[in-house]
């Protein structure tokens, strides 16, 4: 990490070098509370996230799962103001950086946030990057949005970044364009960007979805990197249970813009406490298992835009399809175990999962944080 | 470990993200606009076009059917009675010559609404085949027809009339097919584009494997598919060529005198002190000109939005 | 790159010469030159062999092939021949109309321009909001305007009733200021130059809503730009070029304009001068306008690709 330019961070006293950071535990470094946001559209208002909390410890990485519509991106986007409102607007909720409030905070607040604090890396490379402006300087503008320095040091500062993230000859490749970079360095690029301020949190929004399955990996092992070389908190959007388990150390299912599950990888890999968790890892494909026993979850993601009173999961649950207290009333995110939380009635009518699953998810998950030899299990097997 | 949840599930992405490609509304189907703004917007522009269309067929019925009604005299030259003020005999005031300006504004709007929209027709039908050519064949069909387009669409139209027609003359057919031949452009393209997206549909690909011919494919696929936008061409077109036949004449080379259009009735306010003193002789046909290619533009853009909502 | 300038340069080329063949068509066309040496009404004897002597020393009786060569060849060395009306040398008429018209454009479009990008952009980021609706609506309004009413009405308020601004000429005859001078270009080039923005504004607009909503904008709000930065900093760099290739393809049309406010403020440049030679259907002036105002649109669709050649990275590389 440079000097030049990374002295003058101003925020995030209590961040940690290391990626382990167990003392941060007690004092979270992102607290989310009740967030409620809306999307007002033609067909009615869009209920996108629906009282969402959670909290993040410094260095800590959270995956955040879920299928499309279920408010996961739109959870992470709207946490520093990055939707656009109108038609987005959060109605309700608290999001607390290092403990200072951000809903309702002033414009400039936030922007010394975003990019400072915060890195984000989006979801597609291939639009997410200005077309006609050079590679190192656009990741030069992030630096120098939130530091006073000269284009030539936002350059230099620019070209070490893209070495970090391993683009190599990165004196040449910052001088290119977008266009002439591949997805995946274009990846890598947004990535630079992203730790350019040497953030405390780190959003990554679904970043591989984009890419080749061969890059994936390659990517996903510079996040990590980058993740612990920063020792930044992580929240990881994906709809890739796989990914989680290679990098997460809690995770959190979203669903119809709530929270079903939230605690350990392992926890909620081994022994998941709500159905819909149950299913998500029932439809995973496995190498260790006939593909003719995937079981798809039957029904639709739920209609956000009808807010229901009861569990947005019920109409397609196999717990709760015919339960009346499933369809009125609203289960709350209550503690199953120690860390781990369900917002199911009947969390242990949760079926669980073959152990051939188990045993895959949890070497996965259990080799995730420490080696990066996820990575080239990762490759072999896609 | 690759584990997509998305493709095994089985209602995956329910839509694409509307309009403003957020990511962060990805799933949701929905559009990005409030539906207050939205509402507001609908109801502006369709009054708007409503409040037109209404101006129009004021217009319209007002230039064809007020001379079966008033005693209108376009062409009778009164020299002892000049440039006479608005009065209960000459509503408007008498021209130059001391014809009625009311019946020659009447009388003027035949003739530039004709034009306009005879023009508009002629032109349309002209790019609607140009257009159909260059996309059904492709090839250097297409390549020379869209050549000579790129030339034709940046080519002043006006200064190319006046040039033609002043050397070689004019009158209004001249004039309705010098106006087609430097304006049959936009519809030329349009018509392309549709048929060129159209070629890759699966029902059109279809009909060709069961060996339909090219004509019919033409009239039965691709030209109904065009229409929609084709007639928001046109509309929008009547209200471009009326302009340039009002400027056409403005200038004294389009409808010529003793015939009235809106257009050479303004050449009068080429002298100052028409302007400074005789505000009926020019501002009663600036203001139809303006009016009625306003309402038009507005009709053709309520059209384009009620026909395609996907535009703009 | 340059293999592809190289192309367009001969394709420009082409196209000239088909429009120099069409021009030479309708000088043709036009009437026998020899024949209006002599009126109709004083024929004699003498006169067939006259004018075909007469028609020998122009080289109208050579093959028409050779003819146009010939002709193709004056008007290389600029003899575009003389004015029926005046007998002046053509290029010596068009030549002292040029400058005034180039003012009067050039100016009209630098305020177009700068009306276009301003309000344009704030319709755009005002989208679907009242100020979007007040300066679409204006800017129909002025579209739907024919450019010589509008002159008409700024004359009869600005000369006749408030008396602030001279109403024709570029300046007063005897007065040799700069303020006169300036005081003339107010009217018609504000006139022109509103007239001209109207459309460019839509297209202004309705590039940025699009650029506005493209997914490095949110890189660029997650980086911590402000608003106002990431428009001038991102989304006018990128509509920059689509812009500019608008504007370049639209100065040709431009002249059309120029044509009526000319004629409206009795502004001596190319525009009036092309009414008051083809009120006199004077074909040799007309044609070396026609050729004139072919190169200038072959110019400036040449110089459009060559901007977007030079302002968009992702083509340079072709």
């Not at chain 1, 893209?162 to 360095?185: C, D, K």
């Not at chain 2, 090839?139 to 034709?152: I, K, N, Q, T, Y």
């Not at chain 3, 007040?134 to 800017?139: A, K, R």
Request: hydrophobic share 45%.
């Amino acid at each position: 990490m440079t000097r030049s330019t990374g002295s003058g961070r101003d925020a995030a006293p209590q961040r940690t070098s290391a990626p382990a950071a167990a003392d941060g535990a007690d004092r979270p470094l992102l607290v989310v509370d009740d967030l409620h946001v809306q999307f007002r559209t033609e067909a009615g208002t869009a209920y996108a996230v629906d009282g969402v909390s959670f909290t993040v410890a410094p260095g800590e990485v959270l995956g955040v799962v879920g299928e499309s519509g279920s408010g996961k991106s739109v959870t992470s986007m709207s946490l520093f103001g990055l939707i656009d409102t109108p038609p987005g607007k959060i109605t309700k909720g608290s999001v607390k950086l290092n403990g200072r409030e951000l809903i309702g905070a002033k414009e400039r607040v936030l922007r010394k946030v975003r990019g400072g604090e915060v890195g984000v890396v989006f979801q597609d490379p291939m639009t997410a990057l200005d077309p006609v402006i050079k590679v190192g300087r656009q990741i030069g503008e992030a630096v120098r949005v939130h530091h006073k320095v000269s284009r030539a040091q936002a350059m230099q500062r620019a070209v070490e970044l893209l070495q970090q993230v391993g683009v190599p000859q990165p004196e040449v490749r910052a001088n290119q364009y977008p266009h002439e970079f591949s997805g995946g360095m274009r990846q890598r690029a947004m990535i630079a960007m992203a730790i350019a301020n040497n953030p405390v949190l780190l959003i990554a929004d679904e970043p591989t979805t984009a890419l080749d399955v061969t890059i994936q990996a390659q990517v996903l092992d510079i996040i990590r990197k980058a993740q612990q070389e920063t020792g930044a908190a992580t929240l990881f959007i994906t709809h890739d249970l796989g990914v989680i388990a290679e990098l997460a150390e809690r995770v959190m299912v979203m669903y119809g813009g709530r929270v079903m599950e939230t605690g350990s990888v392992k926890e909620i890999f081994t022994r998941p406490r709500h159905p819909y968790t149950a299913g998500l890892l029932a439809s995973l494909p496995s190498l260790t298992r006939d593909e003719a026993e995937l079981t798809p979850i039957p029904g639709s993601p739920p209609n956000v835009l009808s807010q229901n009173p009861g569990c947005p999961f019920q109409p397609r649950c196999s717990v709760g399809r015919d339960r009346d207290i499933c369809r009125a009333q609203r289960p709350p995110l209550a503690e199953v175990g120690p860390g781990h939380f369900s917002a199911c009635h009947f969390p242990d009518e949760t079926p669980q999962p073959r152990a051939c699953v188990l045993e895959e998810a949890a070497v996965g998950a259990a080799a995730a944080p420490e080696t990066g030899g996820a990575a080239t299990d990762l490759k072999e097997h896609s | 470990m690759t584990l997509p949840v998305d493709t095994t599930l089985p209602a995956a992405e329910p839509g694409p993200t509307a309009d403003g490609g957020s990511n962060a509304l990805e799933g949701l189907s929905v559009k990005r606009r409030s539906p207050a703004g939205l509402a507001w917007r609908r109801f502006l522009r369709n009054r708007l076009a409503a409040v037109a269309l209404v101006v129009m067929a004021i217009l319209v019925l007002g230039v064809i059917f007020l001379p079966m009604f008033m005693n209108l005299d376009p062409y009778t030259v009164d020299p002892l009675n000049i440039r006479a003020k608005p009065s209960a005999e000459h509503l408007l005031g008498t021209d130059n010559v001391g014809r009625d300006v009311f019946a020659r504004l009447v009388y003027g709007g035949r003739v530039s609404l004709g034009v306009g929209i005879s023009a508009a027709v002629v032109t349309t039908v002209l790019g609607s085949i140009i257009g159909a050519l260059a996309g059904t064949f492709g090839g250097w069909v297409d390549s020379v027809l869209m050549r000579m387009a790129d030339v034709f669409m940046s080519f002043p139209s006006i200064v190319a009339m006046i040039i033609v027609i002043g050397i070689f003359g004019g009158n209004v057919i001249v004039l309705i097919g010098l106006l087609a031949l430097f304006n049959w452009i936009s519809t030329a393209r349009v018509v392309r584009a549709v048929i060129l997206s159209l070629r890759e549909r699966e029902y059109v690909q279809a009909s060709r494997a069961f060996g339909a011919k090219p004509g019919w494919l033409i009239t039965r696929h691709l030209l109904p598919a065009a229409l929609s936008q084709v007639v928001v061409i046109l509309t929008l077109e009547v209200a471009g060529l009326t302009l340039s036949e009002a400027a056409l004449s403005f200038l004294g080379f389009g409808i010529q005198p003793p015939t009235a259009s809106w257009g050479n009735m303004l050449q009068a306010a080429q002298q100052y002190t028409v302007i400074s003193s005789m505000p009926w002789l020019w501002l009663p046909p600036g203001l139809c000109i303006a009016i009625t290619v306003l309402s038009i533009n507005f009709i053709g853009d309520g059209l384009r939005d009620a026909l395609d909502p996907r535009q703009r | 790159m340059g293999a592809y300038i190289l192309r367009r340069l001969g394709s420009s080329v082409v196209v000239f010469f088909i429009i120099t063949i069409i021009i030479f068509t309708m000088l043709r066309l036009a009437g026998d030159p020899v024949a209006m040496l002599v009126p109709p009404d004083q024929y004699n004897t003498g006169t067939a062999e006259f004018l075909a002597q007469k028609r020998h020393e122009l080289g109208l009786d050579r093959a028409i092939p050779i003819q146009y060569l010939a002709w193709l060849g004056d008007v290389f060395r600029g003899d575009l021949g003389n004015s029926i009306k005046n007998g002046r040398p053509v290029s010596e008429i068009i030549g002292e109309r040029v400058g005034p018209t180039v003012e009067l454009i050039g100016l009209a479009l630098i305020l177009a321009i700068l009306i276009a990008l301003i309000f344009g952009t704030w319709a755009a980021v005002r989208k679907n909001r009242t100020a979007d609706y007040v300066i679409t609506f204006i800017s129909m309004l002025a579209i739907s305007t024919p450019g010589f009413f509008a002159g008409i009405l700024a004359i009869y308020v600005f000369s006749v009733k408030l008396g602030w601004l001279p109403s024709a000429g570029m300046s007063t005859t005897g007065v040799h200021s700069t303020v006169d001078q300036l005081k003339h270009l107010v009217l018609p080039v504000t006139v022109l130059g509103l007239s001209l923005s109207a459309g460019l504004l839509r297209f202004v607009r309705g590039t940025m809503i699009s650029e506005l909503t493209a997914d490095y904008i949110r890189t660029a709000t997650a980086k911590g730009l402000s608003k106002r930065s990431t428009i001038v900093k991102h989304v006018l760099r990128n509509a920059l070029v689509p812009i500019l290739t608008y504007v370049m393809l639209q100065i040709p049309l431009m002249v059309a304009g120029a044509v009526l406010i000319e004629q409206i403020f009795a502004w001596p440049g190319m525009g009036s001068m092309i009414v008051d030679y083809a009120a006199n259907s004077d074909y040799p002036v007309l044609i070396a306008v026609g050729m004139l105002t072919a190169i200038v649109v072959l110019a400036a669709n040449f110089l459009a690709d060559l901007l977007y050649t030079v302002l968009d990275p992702r083509v340079s590389l072709r």
